[in-house]
């Protein structure tokens, strides 16, 4: 087991926390979602609500509330804990859905639907112009730009998409042996 009172654990932590402030996310669940993404990195192990607050300081019931808004966008999937230790009611385990490729697939998907918007509005603009053939040269030019970057996002997904589905069993191998 790797030791999480080292300082390049600290570091890392704080890189996640400093860096996905793109995310939109409350200071918070920017907090769970960095832990998350380290200990994707660190361990490859879910986290039970207890853990999640343990590690960030929160309430159980504030980390109910951010675990659904980060399970709702896609970022954070949770399971059953199906281990033999575990009597009663079995706790639910959260981790980072397809680790740091899903976080990128998500930033990807978030460019194309506001490209798509881009698109939507330019064309929209387009239909009602009344000022002449170069106003609209200038939005079919936009259009096809806008579309073109969109054909190039798709490409990327897919690329994120294929290195998430080896990363996925390069890890599964690695947890068999």
């Not at 343990?54 to 980390?63: E, H």
Request: charged share 25%; hydrophobic share 35%.
């Amino acid at each position: 087991m790797v030791n999480r009172d080292s300082p390049t654990y600290d570091e890392m932590l704080r890189a996640y926390r400093n860096n996905i402030r793109w995310l939109g996310l409350s200071d918070s669940a920017r907090n769970v979602m960095a832990y998350l993404l380290t200990e994707s990195q660190w361990t490859g192990e879910p986290h039970s609500p207890e853990d999640i607050g343990n590690a960030t300081g929160l309430a159980r019931s504030s980390i109910s509330a951010i675990m659904s808004q980060l399970i709702g966008l896609g970022l954070v999937e949770s399971k059953v804990d199906t281990s033999d230790e575990v009597r009663g009611r079995r706790r639910t385990l959260h981790t980072v859905n397809r680790g740091l490729s899903g976080l990128v697939l998500f930033g990807l998907r978030r460019l194309v639907v506001q490209l798509q918007d881009i698109v939507g509005e330019l064309k929209a603009t387009k239909n009602s112009a009344l000022d002449g053939s170069d106003a609209l040269r200038i939005l079919d030019n936009s259009i096809e730009e806008a579309e073109r970057f969109l054909r190039i996002l798709s490409g990327c997904s897919d690329q994120v998409l294929s290195e998430a589905s080896m990363h996925d069993s390069m890890s599964t191998d690695q947890k068999k042996k």
